[in-house]
């Protein structure tokens, strides 16, 4: 099972910046938190992926808190295009480990 | 951008016949996977692979099921005798490992229906 729990559902108004939590409280200290995103029935995409500090790519930030067991993923300008089902994800950084997907969160961006 | 490339896109089989279902991994990457999605359902892990073996499997990933990189571009699922159940779409995700950090980028899928 996801070690992880998200809101099923979130609206947020285009322009607007989208703020979707995770909570991850059983992280171990080796574990990275991962985002990705589904929009429809396409295969995953990566967004983001962070270990204890704060991070920020051209797609989104991730805050991840002081004791790690909870992060925010931020999307500052939300468009209609980002409506999807985003995916908080722990997973031990090294290689050939699935991931394990949860429900996630369905973000729809309203206009 | 390099991506993962799936073919087909879309799948119809009977029941009982054996399909294969290939996946051309990002060029440098040195891990593959497979998961699949019941419509309607989560993202499910079936194998990793890496270094030409299996290197973790889930329970859904049984002896029907193979996979194969047969040269030094292809990855294929195969699913030996096809049951109503194995109707989803079939995401490979290919990967490195940088310091330490791996991401995995997935593939458009492939939708498989058994008929």
């Known amino acids: 099972d996801a070690k992880t729990t998200q809101p099923p559902s979130m609206d947020c108004a285009e322009g607007r910046a989208a703020n979707l939590p995770c909570n991850h409280s059983?992280?171990?200290?080796?574990?990275?938190v991962y985002w990705y995103r589904q929009i429809h029935s396409q295969g995953p995409q990566y967004i983001i992926h962070?270990?204890?500090n704060n991070e920020t790519n051209e797609m989104a930030s991730l805050i991840i808190t002081e004791d790690r067991k909870s992060s925010t993923l931020i999307l500052p300008h939300a468009t209609l295009r980002d409506t999807a089902v985003y995916y908080c994800?722990?997973?031990?950084?090294?290689?050939?480990?699935?991931?394990?997907f949860g429900k996630g969160t369905h973000l729809i961006i309203q206009p | 951008e390099p991506e993962v490339t799936q073919t087909p896109s879309h799948q119809v089989t009977q029941m009982g016949q054996e399909v294969i279902l290939r996946c051309v991994p990002i060029?440098?990457?040195?891990?593959f996977y497979w998961y699949r999605q019941i419509l309607g359902q989560k993202v499910e892990f079936l194998v990793s692979?890496?270094?030409?073996?299996?290197?973790?499997k889930s329970e859904i990933f049984d002896d029907q099921f193979s996979v194969e990189r047969p040269d030094g571009s292809n990855f294929t699922l195969k699913i030996r005798s096809t049951k109503l159940e194995d109707s989803a779409m079939y995401f490979c995700?290919?990967?490195?490992?940088?310091?330490?950090?791996?991401?995995?980028?997935f593939g458009p899928g492939t939708r498989l229906l058994v008929l």
């Open positions: 060029s440098n990457h040195l891990y």
């Open positions: 995700a290919s990967s490195d490992v940088i310091a330490v950090q791996e991401t995995q980028y």
């Open positions: 692979f890496y270094n030409n073996e299996i290197s973790e």
């Open positions: 994800i722990v997973k031990y950084g090294g290689g050939a480990d699935g991931l394990t």
């Open positions: 962070g270990l204890k």
């Open positions: 059983t992280i171990s200290g080796n574990e990275y």
